[in-house]
T-cell receptor, first 111, second 116 residues
Framework: AQSVAQPEDQVNVAEGNPLTVKCTYS??????LFWYVQYPNRGLQFLLK??????LVKGSYGFEAEFNKSQTSFHLKKPSALVSDSALYFC?????????FGTGTRLQVFP | GAVVSQHPSWVICKSGTSVKIECRSL??????MFWYRQFPKQSLMLMAT?????????EQGVEKDKFLINHASLTLSTLTVTSAHPEDSSFYIC????????????FGNGTRLTVT
């Protein structure tokens, strides 16, 4: 069965430090992976996706994600966190008729 | 870029009444739209897939007679919560698929429903 997991409910990081939000997946065949961000009382905004090609994917607002097939991971990263990056982040797995979302990770960036 | 508009952004209704939520794709045609429900501090739960011109496909455990979905045009899907009860209070979000499979979904800003 296909699944996606975000092992951390919350990630805390100081402003200016690098951040990582973890995501792992399980799928038979090639994965289609996405990251979305949700601000309070808002819908989700697309950040980036991996379909094929380079393992390092660059997205919006300076975020990037690294696809690692051997570790079945697609961690979201940013070299220098901003307070305004504080939000709820969702990893999602596509490739079927519907998107499967992880449980979300709340990122808190402290000034 | 593509925009999905969801209306209303919040609504308060009395128990037993019905509430309609609209989801519009503003600059593209969406043959498929999705309706999600999100509980506090939880992930999105897919309720149903709305298909233009045909019946919606409901996820297991979602009452189709309670959550009526209509996708009458390529730019509009509606979710009607019928005979609402306090336990229906939640954040409802729609999304639309533009273009090919595995293209990113575009989400509305959600509707906060409170049933008193």
């Amino acid at each position: 069965a296909q699944s996606v997991a975000q092992p951390e409910d919350q990630v805390n990081v100081a402003e200016g430090n690098p951040l990582t939000v973890k995501c792992t997946y399980s799928v038979s065949g090639n994965p289609y992976l996405f990251w979305y961000v949700q601000y309070p009382n808002r819908g989700l905004q697309f950040l980036l996706k991996y379909i094929t090609g380079d393992n390092l994917v660059k997205g919006s607002y300076g975020f990037e994600a690294e696809f690692n097939k051997s570790q079945t991971s697609f961690h979201l990263k940013k070299p220098s966190a901003l307070v305004s990056d504080s939000a709820l982040y969702f990893c999602a797995l596509g490739g079927t008729d519907k998107l499967i979302f992880g449980t979300g990770t709340r990122l808190q960036v402290f000034p | 870029g593509a925009v999905v508009s969801q209306h209303p952004s919040w609504v308060i209704c009395k128990s037993g009444t019905s509430v309609k939520i609209e989801c519009r794709s503003l600059d593209f045609q969406a043959t498929t739209m999705f309706w999600y429900r999100q509980f506090p501090k939880q992930s999105l739960m897919l309720m149903a897939t709305s298909n233009e011109g045909s019946k919606a496909t409901y996820e297991q455990g979602v009452e189709k007679d309670k959550f009526l979905i209509n996708h009458a045009s390529l730019t509009l899907s509606t979710l009607t919560v019928t005979s609402a009860h306090p336990e229906d209070s939640s954040f409802y979000i729609c999304s639309a698929e533009r273009g090919q499979d595995n293209s990113p979904l575009h989400f509305g800003n959600g509707t906060r429903l409170t049933v008193t």
